[in-house]
Each structure stands twice: as structure tokens, then as C-alpha cells.
């Protein structure tokens, strides 16, 4: 495993994050057999986001068994921002505290109130909590541009975003620009739809014969290198490509079989095939290029 600093936290976490959601059906002693395997190889960062009980009693028993200062955990609070309210902050600390016998959360992840701020109630509860440091940080999760006040607030400590091969230029700007203002980067959606779907159809089109004959995308590849890789699945590879971004601190997985957290992992210790990066570059490129040559049409 490889480790990064958290944002200006003074924490430092695993290149990949586990996710804990209610999707992923176990039982509590499955739930901490895979927590347990996170950490085996290395994991020391977990986003709970899901209540069920199976979930919270098999964390709360995997989460016991280590010094708590080695972990770095994150609360993603549901809620749509404008019913964020007290009560909602009142039962996400019963929830982390009680059931999940946490006596601080590193951070608490909130989605983006699309606006300057939150609602007044939600917002003097949250800084009381972070005034008493059981919460230390809090995230933005957002797919777009977080309002500027909100990020000057003095309140937000990182962002959540999507992050993959198939990022444009406003994503990879919004995630540079985030280290500029000292927030830490979750990255998320490393293996995109439009990437899943390669395995069965090309979700990138060949550049077809009616294209103007000076298009410079006309013999630029696609993304058949995700799938022609010999030892690498089109998930490592595009996982090993969100790594290789410094300036996210840490990429978050969804996984809920210990082999898939032993397969995820294992990708952090290998760099990608010098290869897959050129492919990588040309067909970013030519997608580039078809975003510009969309914009002028
Ligand atoms: P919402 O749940 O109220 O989320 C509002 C905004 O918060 C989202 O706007 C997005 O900017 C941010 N947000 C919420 N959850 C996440 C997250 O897990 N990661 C990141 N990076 N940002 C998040 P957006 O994307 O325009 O979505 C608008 C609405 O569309 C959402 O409202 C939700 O109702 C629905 N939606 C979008 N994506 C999903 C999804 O993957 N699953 C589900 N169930 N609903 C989704
Ligand atoms: P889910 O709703 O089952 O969605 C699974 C994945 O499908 C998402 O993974 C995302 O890659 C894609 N997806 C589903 N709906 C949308 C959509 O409206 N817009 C886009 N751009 N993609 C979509 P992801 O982003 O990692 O989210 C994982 C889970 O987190 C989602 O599972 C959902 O339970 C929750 N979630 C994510 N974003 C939102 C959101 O904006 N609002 C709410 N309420 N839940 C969200």
C-alpha cells in the first residue's frame, strides 16, 4: 500500500479508501471479515456510507480491534442539502458514536448544497462539532463547481469527485484547483459506466468515414487497450490511472468480496505498462480534441 497526506489534516491515508455501503448485502461478522481484509493489506481509510445494522455492528467490531488514531474514517451523511438539518446531524453522531463506538470522526462527508451555504441549523451544529474536534474535517461531495463561499466558509476540509480516464478538463481543473486551496481530494468513479461498457460495445466510436478528412482524431485509437492487456483488467487499469494523479489524496473503492479488496490493492503496487500510459495520452487526447471541435460546431 502506498500513503498520502490528507489535505492540510495532518493525517495520512491509503492510496485507496474502502466504501461501506447498504448495497453491499453481509452479515455483521462478513462485514468485519472484510474490513479486516482492507486492513490486512493495508487500508487504513473507510467511508461508511450505508446504516444498516449488519454494517454498523461488523465495523464497529472491526474498527475496535485497531488504535483508533491509525484510521481514518468518513461518515458520508445521504441527505439531499436542503433537508440537512439538526436533527439529521444528531442522528448521524448517534449513529457514528453510539453504534459504531467512535469517539471522533476524521471527516464528514456532505453533499454539495448546490449554493453559498448550508442551512443555518445544520451549519452551527457542525462547527460546534468541530470546535469539540469529534468531527475533524468536513467534504464537499459535488460533480460540479462548489460555490465559492461555501469553500471560503472556513468549514470545508476536502472535496469528493469524480475522477477517471474520461475526465474532462473542467474535472481536472476543479481537483487542481482544490490542492491550491489546501482542501484534500477524494477521488471517485475511477471505472466510469461509459468505460464499463467497453467490455460489450466500443462506448467511444471509431472515428467513422464521413468525418472531415483534416479531423485529427481520424486515426486516433480508442480505449481497446482497456480490455487488450495481458494482466491487466479494464478496472486496474483504469484504477492504476486515477493513482497515478498526485493530486488526489486518496481514491475511493466499492468492493464487498476480500478478493476484490486483495485485487484492488494489489494495483497500488504496480505501475501501469509504459504502453497503457501512451494509449492512455492519445485517447485523452483525441477525446480532447472532439470536446474542442464540439465546442466550435
Ligand atoms: P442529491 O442526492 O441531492 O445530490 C445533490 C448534489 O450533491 C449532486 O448533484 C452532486 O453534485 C452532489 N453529490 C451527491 N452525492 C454525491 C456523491 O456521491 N459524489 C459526488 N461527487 N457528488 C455527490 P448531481 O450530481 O447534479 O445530482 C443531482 C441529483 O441526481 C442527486 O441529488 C440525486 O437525486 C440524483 N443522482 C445523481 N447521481 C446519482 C447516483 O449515482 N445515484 C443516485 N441514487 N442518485 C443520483
Ligand atoms: P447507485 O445509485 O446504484 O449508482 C451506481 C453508479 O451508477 C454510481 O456510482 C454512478 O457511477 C452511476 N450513476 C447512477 N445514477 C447516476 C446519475 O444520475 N448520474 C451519474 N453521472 N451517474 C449515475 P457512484 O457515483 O460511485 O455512486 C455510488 C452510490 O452512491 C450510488 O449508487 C448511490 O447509492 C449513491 N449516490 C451517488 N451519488 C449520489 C447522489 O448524487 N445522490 C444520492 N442520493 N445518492 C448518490
Redesign the pocket.
Known sequence: MRYRPFGASGMTVSAITLRLSDQSRLRANEWRALIFTAIENGINSFQIDGVSPALLQGAAEAFASIERHLLFLTW?V?D??EQLTRDVVDTMTASAFDELGLDYLDLVLL??P?GPELTPSASTALRALHERRVVRGLGV????EVHPSLLNSGLVTAL???FNLSSGWAERNRVRAAIVKDLAVIG??FWPQALRDTNSKPAFQKPSLWRRRNDPLADVGGYEFLTGTQGWSAEDICLGYALTEPSLSTVRITADTKAEVERLAAVVERDLPNGVCAQIEMARFSAQERERADGRH
Open positions: 458520508q445521504r439531499e442539502a453533499n454539495d448546490l461531495a459535488s460533480r460540479g469528493s469527485s469524480p471517485e468513479d
